[in-house]
T-cell receptor
Framework: GQNIDQPTEMTATEGAIVQINCTYQ??????LFWYQQHAGEAPTFLSY????GLEEKGRFSSFLSRSKGYSYLLLKELQMKDSASYLC????????????????FGTGTQLKVEL | DGGITQSPKYLFRKEGQNVTLSCEQN?????MYWYRQDPGQGLRLIYY???????QKGDIAEGYSVSREKKESFPLTVTSAQKNPTAFYLC???????????FGEGSWLTVV
């Protein structure tokens, strides 16, 4: 099976930097994803890591350490619109002989950005 | 515009009824998925399909059924056997070798 842990809630100030951590335990690991989800809406893709290291994309960066089963999402220059839930998801390709993206999601971290 | 269309957006079900949620995509994706999300929770996989006429159970398939008769369509039926169906349902699709899942706008199902 798979187990994914994220903090439930975080609060940060507009303009600041926040780091959202995710730890996972899984066999058959084949990539880690971060999604942003505003209340009542569909998740939107933020980042993907399959190799160790940092992936940077504008104000958002994501880091992965496979040996530690650890990832973080870094948000810089926080804006009010960044208030949302951030979902960590792990891909498991076991049993998917033809490919595809069978993802297991964490419960999400609700980020509140304040003035 | 290309994308994933779910309907209806809001659906109310009476006790003992089956209801079907529609999911259509025009992205030419082979793989399609159904997830359920409860308030304050992450997404849980119900069913997924990698190819037409084939699908597999996810983590919480009991009380649900699907079909994949066309590449574009992956409807989900919530049967009366699902005892707690009130939730937000998300359909998604992806290419088989890709690294991104695209989600539809979701359907809210409420039991009344």
């Amino acid at each position: 099976g798979q187990n994914i842990d994220q903090p439930t809630e975080m609060t940060a100030t507009e303009g600041a930097i926040v780091q959202i951590n995710c730890t996972y335990q899984t066999s058959g690991f084949n990539g880690l994803f971060w999604y942003q989800q505003h209340a009542g809406e569909a998740p939107t893709f933020l980042s993907y890591n399959v190799l160790d290291g940092l992936e940077e994309k504008g104000r958002f960066s994501s880091f992965l350490s496979r040996s530690k089963g650890y990832s973080y999402l870094l948000l810089k220059e926080l804006q009010m619109k960044d208030s949302a839930s951030y979902l960590c998801a792990v891909r498991d390709r076991r049993g998917l002989t033809g490919g595809g993206n069978k993802l297991t999601f964490g419960t999400g971290t609700q980020l509140k950005v304040e003035l | 515009d290309g994308g994933i269309t779910q309907s209806p957006k809001y659906l109310f079900r009476k006790e003992g009824q089956n209801v079907t949620l529609s999911c259509e995509q025009n992205l030419n994706h082979d793989a399609m998925y159904w997830y359920r999300q409860d308030p304050g929770q992450g997404l849980r996989l119900i069913y997924y399909s990698q190819i037409v006429n084939d699908f597999q159970k996810g983590d919480i398939a009991e009380g649900y059924s699907v079909s994949r008769e066309k590449k574009e369509s992956f409807p989900l039926t919530v049967t009366s056997a699902q005892k707690n169906p009130t939730a937000f349902y998300l359909c998604a699709s992806s290419v088989l070798s890709g690294n991104t899942i695209y989600f539809g706008e979701g359907s809210w199902l409420t039991v009344v």
